[in-house]
């Protein structure tokens, strides 16, 4: 497989809601926006990738997915996402696999992963000799 592309999509109860927390709370820029006009879907980028919230989910979630997301620092973050208003389901800990993490959720319960990596982690060290 050659993936030239990916993205996360995701289908809420209530996309607008989910839109503004994407955009509004967690701070997100918008890649495109398509669609209707009185219901349009948009693409945020995140980081390297995207996240695509359109449409509407067709009842309750079974096994959600998560969104894990890198930031410089997890702890300013935390204070930032606590001032917007998200709910924020485990503050800003130190892993035993040695990243920093804080779990957040969107309106429809989806599980966001904050995460830090320390300098001293092995994800910062280049493995080529």
Avoid: C, N
Avoid at 57 to 78: C, F, K, N, Y
């Amino acid at each position: 497989m050659d993936v030239l592309s990916s993205r996360i999509l995701l289908r809420p109860a209530d996309a607008a809601r989910t839109q503004r927390f994407y955009r509004d709370v967690l701070g997100l820029a918008v890649y495109r926006e398509f669609g209707p006009a009185d219901s349009p879907g948009l693409v945020f980028f995140l980081g390297p990738g995207f996240l695509e919230v359109s449409g509407h989910g067709t009842g309750e979630t079974g096994s959600s997915p998560m969104i894990w997301l890198q930031v410089r620092d997890v702890r300013a973050e935390h204070v930032r996402l606590a001032a917007a208003g998200a709910r924020v389901t485990r503050e800003p800990k130190l892993e035993p696999w040695g990243l920093v993490e804080m779990w957040t959720e969107d309106p429809d319960g989806v599980r966001i992963v904050i995460v830090e990596v320390p300098d001293d982690h092995p994800m910062r060290r280049d493995p080529r000799s």
